[in-house]
T-cell receptor
Framework: DVKVTQSSRYLVKRTGEKVFLECVQD?????MFWYRQDPGLGLRLIYF???????EKGDIPEGYSVSREKKERFSLILESASTNQTSMYLC????????????FGSGTRLTVV | GENVEQHPSTLSVQEGDSAVIKCTYS??????FPWYKQELGKGPQLIID?????GEKKDQRIAVTLNKTAKHFSLHITETQPEDSAVYFC???????????FGRGTSLIVHP
């Protein structure tokens, strides 16, 4: 069974902390994505990557950065966490080409206090 | 760019009834339309999809229809059960793009 694994289901961090959210996929997918999900706002794309060491800004990159040193791993970094970054974070991956095989992780619920 | 609108935002039905969720899209070049189900505390999971060369696709109690002329596609769930309660997202992929545009989601509540 193919998987996208997010290392933490729940995370509580303090304001100003540097936070790392990890995502690993075992499908040899080229593309990986980070979203945040908030009530009433749906899924908003933060960053995506189409290859190792490549990254592209999504719709809401401010306050975030990413790292992709290996094909299977895509990390989301909150340089200095703030309370408005409290949210559900979803990682996804997909093969090259379009659409089919787009797979989500189970999400990380981050609370910044 | 593509814009996807999804309605309704909340849908409440009795067990055994049918449920229909509709999405409209703006880019006529969009050609792949998946639907995702997200249960509480979990990530979205693909439940059915349709490509633009097909008008309808069924999988047991769920079906998706596509009207390319009107640029809308719909999810149909028949004989709803309490375990169908979840948030459902539609998405559209524009021709050549590997980045989906998602609808904002529909919270489906099935009352026993």
């Amino acid at each position: 069974d193919v998987k996208v694994t997010q290392s933490s289901r729940y995370l509580v961090k303090r304001t100003g902390e540097k936070v790392f959210l990890e995502c690993v996929q075992d499908m040899d997918h080229e593309n990986m994505f980070w979203y945040r999900q908030d009530p009433g706002l749906g899924l908003r794309l933060i960053y995506f990557s189409y290859d190792v060491k490549m990254k592209e800004k999504g719709d809401i990159p401010e306050g975030y950065s990413v790292s992709r040193e290996k094909k299977e791993r895509f990390s989301l970094i909150l340089e200095s966490a703030s309370t408005n970054q409290t949210s559900m974070y979803l990682c996804a991956s997909s093969p090259p080409g379009q659409g089919h095989g787009y797979t989500f992780g189970s999400g990380t619920r981050l609370t910044v206090v | 760019g593509e814009n996807v609108e999804q309605h309704p935002s909340t849908l409440s039905v009795q067990e055994g009834d049918s449920a229909v969720i509709k999405c409209t899209y703006s880019d006529s070049a969009s050609n792949y339309f998946p639907w995702y189900k997200q249960e509480l505390g979990k990530g979205p999971q693909l439940i059915i999809d349709i490509r633009s060369n097909v008008g309808e696709k069924k999988d047991q109690r769920i079906a998706v229809t596509l009207n390319k002329t009107a640029k809308h596609f719909s999810l149909h769930i028949t004989e709803t059960q309490p375990e169908d309660s979840a948030v459902y997202f539609c998405a559209a992929f524009s021709g050549g793009s590997y980045i989906p545009t998602f609808g904002r989601g529909t919270s489906l509540i099935v009352h026993p």
